[in-house]
Nanobody, 115 residues
Framework: QVQLVESGGGLVQPGGPLRLSCATS????????MGWYRQAPGKQRDLVAI???????KYADSVKGRFTISRDNAKNTVDLQMNGLKDEDTAIYYC?????????WGQGTQVTVSS
């Protein structure tokens, strides 16, 4: 069994930074892709950023240039550095990892951007 725990969410003013972290635990041999998704009220869950085991990254157009995803393969963690936050970034952010053909989700962490 694999568990994911997100941390770092909270309330931040527009333009401010926030860093999310996702820690994994359980029976993990190696993790393939790691990513962050978000879901705003009344909307579907969308990809924010994803990083492969080799470090290749992909971002949603709406966050390019503002967010940076990174991972520590030794610790099996993935972070999301968010800068220049906007009101529309308000959502629950979920960590997601792929291990072979199975993906796992965290419980989510709330990010609220408001003045």
């Amino acid at each position: 069994q694999v568990q994911l725990v997100e941390s770092g969410g909270g309330l931040v003013q527009p333009g401010g930074p926030l860093r999310l972290s996702c820690a994994t635990s359980g029976s993990i041999f190696s993790i393939d892709a790691m990513g962050w998704y978000r879901q705003a009220p009344g909307k579907q869950r969308d990809l924010v950023a994803i990083i492969s085991s080799g470090g290749r990254t992909k971002y949603a157009d709406s966050v390019k240039g503002r967010f940076t995803i990174s991972r520590d393969n030794a610790k099996n963690t993935v972070d999301l550095q968010m800068n220049g936050l906007k009101d529309e970034d308000t959502a629950i952010y979920y960590c997601n990892v792929w291990i072979r053909t199975v993906d796992y989700w965290g419980q989510g962490t709330q990010v609220t951007v408001s003045s």
